[in-house]
């Protein structure tokens, strides 16, 4: 393996030389600033950043911590993440938690010995607060993204809950929707309960009777659809919903299957609506109506505002910044009569 030892020989200069070049000191000249540079380039040097992380205390990693790595969703704010950190001279470290505190343990105790500059996060749920608070503990900034825990402060990047399930809902009850369900994920989970919520406050809006029956909590990565939609579409024709609201894409392309496994028609005998916009599935897509949330410029703006902290530029209080969402009208909610 090269060391600097050996950059320094060819060059004939001291390895602390080597050193400042490859740390961009200004007390180098050019000349031997590109000297130097050019032996590097051609021994194919790659500084050890843990070795340099000693002097600097600086590793230019940062981690992305996200719950479902097979959720498009989370995959676009991961692609933005990493295009701000590259822009910025970072690296990045991308952990999967799989909506499970124990992993995201994990992968806390593994980032905190490697040292990373700071994490971006969408905690898995409410009992993330112990993990964070290791963050916390080390002096790690972290910022939240898609969603938070309450009690730890942090800055926050998300979609505006509130206004898409509005959207989605008034939508419905401009079709003449009056039982309209929410599929929702666990009540562990910020954004479930903010979904929830506006869920609730949107009915009232839209002069819409709350029907608790219809309001299920599932989970936002897998759960046991058929029997879920078997079991409202069970109901008596005036308990039984005509419309769905999905909290996620999962939910959204799970409950058509199950409704197709049904024999149901979509929009004909009950429309589905859901957040976020999934990725073209056959038989499926363009067709389910969506709010979709700008999951790239979460992913981007999140990592600015991680980089901020960590550089110290970023303003004493904790910022906290919603993204609005588009809704796009499709097949699956307009009425055919």
Do not use: W
């Not at 050996?6 to 000349?31: F, G, L, Q, Y």
């Not at 991308?94 to 105790?109: A, C, F, H, V």
């Not at 969402?325 to 909610?333: E, G």
């Amino acid at each position: 393996m090269v060391t600097i030892y050996d950059i320094a020989k060819k060059a004939n200069v001291s390895p602390m030389t080597v050193s400042r070049v490859i740390n961009n000191s200004p007390s180098i000249s050019e000349t031997t600033r590109k000297k130097v540079e050019q032996i590097i380039q051609e021994l194919d040097y790659i500084p050890n950043k843990q070795a340099r992380s000693l002097t600097s205390k600086k590793t230019k990693l940062v981690s992305l911590v996200i719950s479902d790595i097979s959720n498009p969703f989370f995959t676009t704010i991961a692609r933005g993440a990493e295009d701000k950190a590259l822009q910025s001279g970072y690296q990045l470290l991308l952990g999967n938690s799989d909506e499970q505190t124990e992993k995201e343990s994990r992968y806390i105790d593994m980032l905190l010995s490697t040292h990373v500059d700071g994490v971006l996060i969408a905690p898995a749920g409410d009992l993330s607060h112990t993990n964070l608070r290791k963050l916390a503990k080390r002096k790690v900034p972290f910022v939240f993204v898609d969603r938070y825990v309450e009690g730890i402060e942090a800055d926050l990047v998300m979609g505006d809950n509130a206004e898409t399930t509005r959207k989605l809902v008034a939508h419905l009850a401009e079709q003449g929707h009056k039982q309209i369900a929410l599929i929702n994920g666990p009540s562990s989970v910020s954004n479930a309960r903010e979904r929830q919520q506006a869920f609730e406050d949107a009915l009232v809006l839209n002069g819409i009777e709350a029907r608790p029956h219809l309001v299920i909590e599932s989970h936002f990565r897998q759960d046991n659809f058929p029997d879920i939609v078997q079991r409202l579409m069970s109901l008596t024709p005036e308990e039984r919903p005509t419309a769905i609201v999905a909290a996620n894409n999962f939910i959204g392309i799970n409950t058509l299957r199950a409704l197709r496994e049904l024999n149901l028609r979509v929009p004909d005998d009950i429309a589905v609506a859901c957040f976020d916009d999934p990725e073209p599935i056959p038989d499926y897509n363009p067709f389910l109506t969506v709010a979709a949330q700008p999951a790239y410029d979460m992913g981007y703006i999140g990592m600015q505002m991680l980089i901020e902290r960590m550089e110290g530029t970023a303003p004493a209080a904790n910022r906290k910044v919603m993204l609005p969402s588009r809704l796009i009208v499709r097949k699956s909610t307009q009425r055919t009569e």
